[in-house]
């Protein structure tokens, strides 16, 4: 793949939508294009989270695993979405398992490639952040309405 | 109320027609569809409006139709076994009696969507009185703009008329998406909260008319996420519950701000809902 294209790809992705040109060619320094196919992991939960990924196709099942009860998926990621924000904070874990539900291609972020950018770059910095935290803020809110469990029976 | 009357034309409207259940179906562990025979004078219904049934010594709640209002035949109604006359309701067998009167209440407004396009938005078993205004959109395909349904609920186990779906989404005439809160092994569709599927598909916000119904935080959260996507207010239309007794607006039992809902609703816009959704235990 060539680098406009990579470039293009990470321009045209929801998830960097309106974002100055500038910053994609920036942003493209870090970023390879990756495919997975169904059943591969792009994470494991305790690994370095040293990439994040654009989800450009397919469906990605975030996982935890528990003892006796095997992989439990609590939210799936799709086209146009990302997979990785504990790339963001200390120390820089994953702390869910990543599994391609069938074929996923997406663009991979070299995440330390990232936040030495951005470190560099506070205009580049900012930027990521305001995409980032919606991302962090609605799962939070997900969460909450999953763990409220709306639709067990009553007690 | 003791007594149940031969047929609906009977004189106190509260005084249920004697229906007989002619089939029943189970649709996941503690939801089941009966069917019950039309009493006499029965004339349809619209989609979205509800039956009080009653059983003798037990008391009588409020179930919206499930099936198709066009289809001859019996009346369907899914229920949930969540207390002693639901419970007693989702055990009958062909044969048995049950009282009935309606049907009440407002309907999802349908016909008047016509041109739009249709965001359908279930929760749970909010799919139930959805259903039948999805079967007039489907026999009417061709007077809507895109129609979507996008349903949310507890498990893979959990979801309702999945062979219909299914079927439904095979012969491409409505955009089907379905989400699950959690999900083993061998589920292959979405997990996450209903709201999230919004952006999955291509309406056109302004115009189109949204028709939602499930548990009220999930109605709420879903209300927000359409008005955040550009829909208007008047076009989100909820279905509200709460616990009725008269179900012709007589009692006051279902008071819901300056609305009867048995009378007033279910079916309402969230321009008249939004400002009484926000307060607690009203
Ligand atoms: C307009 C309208 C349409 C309805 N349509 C349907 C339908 O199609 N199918 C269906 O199964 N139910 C429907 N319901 C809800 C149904 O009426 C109640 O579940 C029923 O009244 C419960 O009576 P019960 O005697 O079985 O349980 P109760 O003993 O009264 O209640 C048992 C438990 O369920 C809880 N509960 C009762 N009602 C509800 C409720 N609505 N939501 C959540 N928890 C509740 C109670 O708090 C209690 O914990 C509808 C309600 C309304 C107002
Ligand atoms: S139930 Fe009596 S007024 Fe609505």
Redesign the interface.
């Known amino acids: 793949m060539t680098v406009e294209t990579l470039e293009r790809y990470i321009l045209e992705h929801r998830f960097f939508e309106g974002l100055e040109p500038a910053f994609g060619s920036l942003i493209r320094g870090c970023a390879r294009n990756v495919r997975f196919e169904a059943g591969q992991y792009l994470c494991r939960e305790g690994e370095p989270a040293d990439q994040l990924y654009l989800v450009r196709h397919g469906t990605v099942a975030l996982e935890i695993s528990a003892p006796g009860r095997g992989a439990l998926t609590f939210q799936t990621v799709h086209e146009g979405e990302i997979v990785g924000v504990s790339w963001l904070v200390p120390p820089y874990r994953w702390t869910y398992d990543a599994r391609a539900a069938e074929l996923v291609r997406a663009i991979a972020l070299d995440a330390r490639c990232l936040r030495d950018k951005a470190e560099r770059d506070h205009d580049l910095g900012y930027e990521l952040m305001k995409r980032f935290v919606p991302v962090l803020v609605e799962r939070l809110h997900a969460t909450r309405l999953q763990l409220l469990d709306l639709y067990a029976p009553p007690a | 109320m003791s007594a149940m009357a031969a047929g609906a034309a009977a004189t106190d409207p509260m005084l249920p027609a004697v229906a007989r259940v002619v089939g029943r179906r189970r649709e996941t562990a ?1 939801v089941w569809t009966l069917e019950v025979a039309p009493p006499d004078g029965w004339a349809g219904f619209a989609p979205g409006q509800f039956n009080m049934l009653y059983l003798p010594g037990l008391g009588e709640v409020p179930i919206s139709m499930s099936g198709d209002p066009a289809a001859p035949g019996p009346i369907r109604h899914t229920v ?1 076994a ?2 002693a006359v639901s419970a007693a309701l989702a055990a009958l067998r062909p044969g048995a009696a049950v009282g009935l009167r309606g049907p009440y209440g407002s309907a999802w407004p349908v016909a008047e969507a016509a041109g739009a396009d249709v965001v359908v938005m279930a ?3 909010g799919l139930a009185p959805l259903r039948p205004a999805l079967y007039r959109l489907r026999a009417e395909r061709a007077r809507y703009g895109r129609v979507a349904l996008l349903y ?3 498990s893979p186990a ?1 979801i309702l008329f999945r062979r219909e779906l299914e079927r439904w989404r095979r012969q491409l005439d409505l955009e089907i998406e379905v ?1 699950v ?5 061998d ?7 209903v709201t ?1 599927l919004l ?2 598909i291509a309406f056109e916000p302004v115009s189109s008319v949204a028709l939602v119904c ?2 009220e ?2 109605m709420r ?1 879903a209300a927000d996420a359409l008005l955040d996507a550009g829909v208007p207010e008047p076009r989100i239309h909820l279905s509200m519950e709460r616990n009725m007794r008269c179900a012709i607006g007589q009692c006051g039992h279902c008071q819901f701000g300056a609305d009867f809902v048995c009378k007033d609703g279910p079916v309402m816009s969230y321009d008249r809902l939004r400002a009484r959704l926000k307060i607690r235990e009203l």
């Open positions: 503690d949930r969540v207390g929760g749970g078993l949310g609920t507890r959990d989400t809160d959690r999900a083993a092994g589920w292959r569709g979405s997990v996450g909260v999230r952006p999955r499930g548990p935080v999930m959260f």
